[in-house]
C-alpha cells in the first residue's frame, strides 16, 4: 500500500511531529521554512495541502497550532520522507540467532575462501563452529540457513 503522502510531505509530517516532540509546541510556519530553505510562502502551502489530505490539523488565525494526525508509529522518516520499515522486517527479528551470534562477539565469514568452499561461516575464537553450503540460491536462503545452524549450534552445546 502506498503512502498518503510523497516523500517530501513525510519529511515535514515528521519535522512538525519531532520539533513537537522534543519543544513541546509545534513549530511556526517561518521556522519550517527555514528548516527546509523555503520561502514562507512555500512553507504555508504545504501546510495547507498537508491539511487538505488529512495528514495534520491547524487552527487558522492561531500560532503554532499545527498537530500531526498520525499515529505516531506512522510518522515518516525525516531524513527520506519515507515511511519506516516496519519491526517485523528487521535483521534481529528474521534472524534472531545470526543477530545474537554477532552480539556476543562470534564471527561470520560470507564467501568462499581459500580454505574453505561453503558460502557461509560461524566462527568463534575457537575457530569454525557451523560451515554452511557451497551454492544457495539467493542471500536469503543463505541467511536463513546461517540463522539455523547457528541455532542448532548453540542448543547443542548448551546455548540456547
Known sequence: MAAPYTPRQG???AFIHTYTKLRGRSPSEAEIATHFMVSPPSAHQMVV???HRGLIQRTPGQARSLRVLLPSTAIPDLESGRPRRQQESTAEVAYPHLARWIVDGGWVELGRTDYSRSMARALDEGGIVWEGKTHYPGLEE???DL?????QWAEKN???
Open 11 to 13: 519529511q515535514y509530517l
Open 49 to 51: 495541502t498537508l491539511e
Open 142 to 144: 543463505l541467511l536463513r
Open 147 to 151: 540463522n539455523d545452524g547457528i541455532a
Open 158 to 160: 548448551g546455548h540456547a
